[in-house]
């Protein structure tokens, strides 16, 4: 059966007091972390910490980080996440080109829908900085009703995706739930 979103009346619009700043989000965050180094002990994860400070910062629920290692780990994670109706699922490491790099391919038998753009844009950032950002090969998508994004397991990767996410992500939320355009 259709969802259908609620009704929206112009008392759900609010203005900014500042206009830069991004609006409150409502809904839930995971963090997956596909790193076997850190999985195992042997490697400090650094860009969970980051990725979760954001989304608290934006009002999502950002419950936990989960570590796994690469694999068939990642794609297990994100399924009991994607199952849990987690509204953003950001994964961060495992979309290089190693053998053992496999998060796109974990991600991609998930998505219903790809949306490339996203992280043609997390590259193009990344690459003005350095250029072998252009190796990353992350996903982004919905996934039912979850927002999946893979992003590269560098800080300044990390970094580039939130720069990118940041100003799109209270509109992707809002179109998911079937509101209109602005």
Not at 14 to 43: H, W
Not at 60 to 86: C, Y
Not at 137 to 160: C, H, I, K, Y
């Amino acid at each position: 059966m259709k969802q259908m979103p609620a009704r929206r009346t112009d008392a759900d619009c609010a203005v900014r007091e500042d206009p830069d700043a991004a609006p409150a989000l409502s809904g839930t965050a995971r963090v997956i972390i596909a790193s076997t180094r850190a999985a195992d002990g042997s490697y400090e994860d650094r860009t969970g910490p980051l990725l979760l400070q954001w989304l608290q910062s934006r009002g999502l629920e950002a419950a936990d980080k989960q570590v796994v290692s690469d694999g068939p780990e990642v794609g297990r994670a994100l399924s009991v996440a994607i199952d849990a109706g987690i509204d953003v699922i950001i994964t961060s490491g495992g979309t290089g080109i190693s053998p053992t790099d496999v998060t796109p391919e974990q991600t991609a038998p998930l998505l219903d829908r790809e949306m490339p753009g996203i992280l043609e844009a997390v590259r193009r950032l990344g690459a003005e900085k350095a250029p072998t950002s252009l190796l990353s090969r992350g996903l982004a998508g919905m996934a039912r009703r979850s927002f999946v994004v893979n992003l590269p397991g560098s800080r300044g990767g990390v970094r580039d995706g939130i720069t990118v996410l940041d100003p799109i992500l209270d509109h992707l939320l809002e179109q998911r739930d079937g509101g209109g355009h602005a």
